[in-house]
Nanobody, 129 residues
């Protein structure tokens, strides 16, 4: 099994920055290292469906972003620490949501929730105007 724990959320003013972390642990990495697991960030705003934000391949060489966060958000990973990060700059009120990280051993459609078996509990990000 894999456990994912997000941290780094909080309250920030528009134009500010936050860095989210997603730390992974579990016996599954004994057989298949963290570096073999693609990871994504999703978010769910109040009253809305959960939505794709960013994805990073296991090696970190391939990244993908939702159009509205390109140029503002950066996804990265440190496989030595089993951790994926989401650096969020120039935050706007529309970025307010609960942010979740998700992982799996194999992901074909990176923006699709059902592709990911393992999920964290989420961390709240609130951006005030």
């Amino acid at each position: 099994q894999v456990q994912l724990v997000e941290s780094g959320g909080g309250l920030v003013q528009a134009g500010g920055s936050l860095r989210l972390s997603c730390e992974a642990s579990g016996r599954a990495f004994t057989y298949n290292p963290f570096s073999e697991h693609p990871v994504a960030w999703f978010r769910q705003a109040p009253g809305k469906e959960r939505d794709f934000v960013a994805h990073i391949s296991g090696s970190g060489t391939s990244v993908y972003y939702k159009d509205s966060v390109k140029g503002r958000f950066t996804i990265s990973r440190d496989n030595g620490k089993n951790t994926v990060y989401l650096q969020m700059d120039n935050l706007q009120p529309e970025d307010t949501a609960v942010y979740y990280c998700a992982a799996d051993e194999y992901v074909r459609w990176y923006a699709t929730e059902s592709e990911y078996e393992f999920w964290g509990q989420g961390t709240q990000v609130t951006v005030s105007a």
